[in-house]
């Protein structure tokens, strides 16, 4: 268990602004990952391996991308008991993301509102910081989730998602595709038929030119939104199979009010992570796996906030979890409860 009680810490944090407190927060951690003072926050690894894409993840919890999107914590994060880390989202070129302010607290959900747009220091900058990490030497699986600049069209969206490829296959151990922020323009588009089908379809012939390159195939999966009825899940299902994707990570934040009315910045831009979007994630991954069968890899984000949502998004279809607005509300403590009780869930 972690030395320093999240209890003591979460009062100050949440007297801060939120995105001061999440730079404060990955500041510290980039400074003291590595050093004694690691320890106030590190937990022990719940070993509870699985074999998923062709990799084994230590254990079936893992960090969803979008808190470390410039990949300088990995390791300090990952010390949290983390059998595996996705960072990102990196685009090819740096770029601000959106206008201040853009992240927004609801505490009486447990949810976080954010419209920041992929806000990142470009591809460059995170290779070099994935390269400082030692967590993939640890054994454990790092994830690298790339996108598309807000500047450039989204008639060349695939440009920028075949640069991010290229730039982070040598360093991932998978890769993920996202094209279900509600924050940068247009994006969510790309889920359409048409424009899923072009993009795989680049994606999946350039990853085979990678797997020569480099001489192996490292799995890619594809990041989409829980605001998707049956039909289009039904479409997305079947592109991946088509163009021999990996896996799916459902899913994204919502854009979905309802379960927010009438609370401060319930109406605010962005996307609804936290409890909120719990039901609306495991509707759709209980529909990807129908349609997929029970081979196909499924990660499941979106509302866990304890053990109990854990287990749930399990039931509903997915082989793994990955946790975000769970952390800040609950802290650490949450990885290492979640990973025991999938292991436990896995067991009977």
């Not at 996108?147 to 695939?158: H, L, S, V, Y």
């Not at 440009?159 to 151990?173: E, K, S």
Request: proline residues 6%.
């Amino acid at each position: 268990m972690p030395l320093l009680p999240y209890g003591l810490a979460r009062p100050f944090l949440f007297g801060l602004d939120p995105e001061t407190a999440h730079d404060l927060t990955l500041e510290s951690l980039a400074r003291l990952q590595g050093t004694p003072l690691a320890w106030t926050w590190c937990s022990a690894l719940v070993d509870d391996p699985i074999e998923l894409a062709g990799l084994r993840f230590p254990n079936r919890v893992g960090l969803a991308a979008g808190l470390d999107k410039n990949a300088r914590c990995i390791d300090g994060l990952g010390a949290m008991g983390f059998g595996f880390v996705e960072v990102g989202t990196v685009t090819p070129k740096a770029q601000p993301g959106n206008p201040k302010p853009r992240m927004f607290r609801l505490p009486q959900a447990n949810a976080l509102i954010n419209r920041l747009g992929f806000n990142n220091d470009g591809l460059d900058a995170f290779v070099a910081n994935v390269q400082r990490s030692s967590f993939r030497r640890q054994g454990r699986i790092l994830g690298l989730n790339i996108g598309k600049n807000a500047a450039t069209p989204i008639e060349r969206a695939t440009d920028d998602y075949l640069t991010g490829l290229a730039g982070v296959y040598p360093h991932a151990d998978y890769v993920t595709v996202n094209i279900s922020s509600p924050n940068t323009k247009n994006l969510r588009a790309l889920q359409s038929d048409e424009a899923l089908d072009g993009l795989l379809g680049a994606i999946g012939q350039r990853r085979e030119s990678l797997a020569r390159e480099h001489g192996r195939r490292v799995p890619v999966f594809v990041k989409i939104a829980p605001d998707l009825d049956e039909a289009q899940v039904d479409v997305i299902a079947a592109t991946l199979q088509r163009h021999g994707m990996d896996g799916v990570i459902a899913t994204n934040t919502t854009i979905a009010r309802d379960a927010v009315v009438g609370m401060r910045h319930g109406e605010e831009i962005g996307g609804l992570s936290g409890a909120p979007v719990l039901a609306a994630s495991n509707r759709v991954i209980a529909q990807l796996r129908a349609r997929l069968g029970r081979a196909f890899p499924i990660i499941g984000v979106g509302g866990i906030l304890s053990a109990e949502d854990a287990v749930a998004k399990v039931r509903a279809g997915a082989d793994v979890v990955q946790i975000y607005t769970g952390l800040i509300y609950k802290g650490p403590a949450l990885v290492g409860q979640v990973a025991r009780a999938l292991k436990d869930q896995a067991r009977r």
